[in-house]
């Protein structure tokens, strides 16, 4: 069955699932940046450099944690409950597969006929 982008009734919970993706794809980002921190107080020699990334490890995680937090208050996100976490992730995908299915530009892209000179004209009968 093919769905209809444009009808609102395809829009229900969309805010909603936009969130959760925007939540999840912050936290990935945020979980790298703990691991890109972590590598670099590894790397660094100088004192003073190792204690500001040491201190922004620290924001990093107490950010991590807060996103966590609240994806688990939404009921977005189930660390500790595989089996629900596979059926959101699941949902999720079958989503996704969806939207990729639905019909947001015209098959025919070409834009000849809609202009009144050619790109000859255009530029002065002069060819590059």
Known sequence: MKLDYLDPANGLNMPEMADMTFAADFLIRVKEGVRNLAFAITETASPDARALLRSQLHQAIA??????????????????????????????????????????????????????????????????
Request: overall charge negative.
């Open 63 to 128: 950010l991590h944690t807060e996103i966590a937090e609240l994806m688990v208050r939404k009921k977005w996100f189930h660390p500790y409950e595989l089996q629900e976490q596979f059926q959101l992730d699941m949902l999720s995908a079958e989503q996704t597969v969806q939207i990729a299915q639905w019909k947001l530009f015209p098959e025919d892209t070409s834009r000849k006929g809609m202009f009144d000179r050619t790109p000859d004209e255009q530029m002065g009968g002069h060819q590059a």
